[in-house]
């Protein structure tokens, strides 16, 4: 069974400095997705950023950037410019590509707190 | 609007009792997802369905029972063999595979009273 794992259980950032979450993951397929969800204090889920197993390019959204490396199945995410928005409980996610019973695993979460 | 709609968003349950929770897509998404969610914690899987008429169990589907009798529709029953059901619960809805992301509700959060 697959499994995603986050080690941080919290972390802060300055405003306007760089901050990095980090996520590993457990999986014995090649074909597979990557996500990374923000749920702020409202608790409504926010996708922020999403990675193909197949691309070994890196994706970006603005602010924010991952980090894959899919032989250390490690999936991290760094964002940039941190602003007070920022702050909230940040998911990674995982889906594989079977044709069936493709379940969203996700990760315990690390809370981000954003210093002013 | 496009989008998934959950009800209701409080919900109090007296010990033995059973409730459910709607979950209500008009994405025309195949797959939909239900969610429990521990203060501080990470999103833990009950069930899922990729079809209309077909549902998996997730990781602590024990005390918990769905239906998918229509493809907008997600119920998710909480039983009373649920022995700590206080929690806030997420639904979510995606096309199965690819790499579109799941739109989320905006949860029930359940109180045993």
């Known amino acids: 069974a697959q499994t995603v794992t986050q080690s941080q259980p919290e972390m802060s950032v300055q405003e306007a400095e760089t901050v990095t979450l980090s996520c590993t993951y457990d999986?014995?397929?090649?074909?597979?997705?990557l996500f990374w969800y923000k749920q702020p204090p409202s608790r409504q889920m926010i996708l922020v950023i999403r990675?193909?197993?197949?691309?070994?390019q890196n994706a970006t959204e603005n602010r924010f950037s991952v980090n894959f490396q899919k032989a250390a199945k490690s999936f991290s995410l760094k964002i940039s410019d941190s602003q007070l928005g920022d702050a909230a409980m940040y998911f990674c996610?995982?889906?594989?590509?079977?044709?069936?019973?493709?379940?969203?695993?996700f990760g315990a979460g690390t809370i981000l707190r954003v210093k002013s | 609007d496009g989008g998934i709609t959950q009800s209701p968003k409080y919900l109090f349950r007296k010990e033995g009792q059973n409730v459910t929770l709607s979950c209500e897509q008009n994405?025309?998404?195949?797959?939909m997802y239900w969610y429990r969610q521990d203060p501080g914690q990470g999103l833990r899987l009950i069930y899922y369905?990729?079809?209309?008429?077909?549902?998996q169990k997730g990781d602590i589907a024990e005390g918990y029972s769905v239906s998918r009798e229509k493809k907008e529709s997600f119920p998710l029953t909480v039983t009373s063999a649920q022995k700590n059901p206080t929690a806030f619960y997420l639904c979510?809805?995606?096309?199965?595979?690819?790499?579109?992301?799941?739109?989320f509700g905006q949860g029930t959060r359940l109180t045993v009273v």
């Open positions: 979510a809805s995606s096309w199965p595979r690819g790499v579109t992301e799941a739109f």
């Open positions: 999986t014995s397929e090649s074909d597979y997705y």
């Open positions: 990675q193909e197993a197949y691309k070994q």
């Open positions: 996610a995982y889906r594989s590509d079977m044709e069936y019973g493709n379940k969203l695993v």
């Open positions: 994405l025309n998404h195949d797959a």
């Open positions: 369905s990729q079809i209309v008429n077909d549902f």
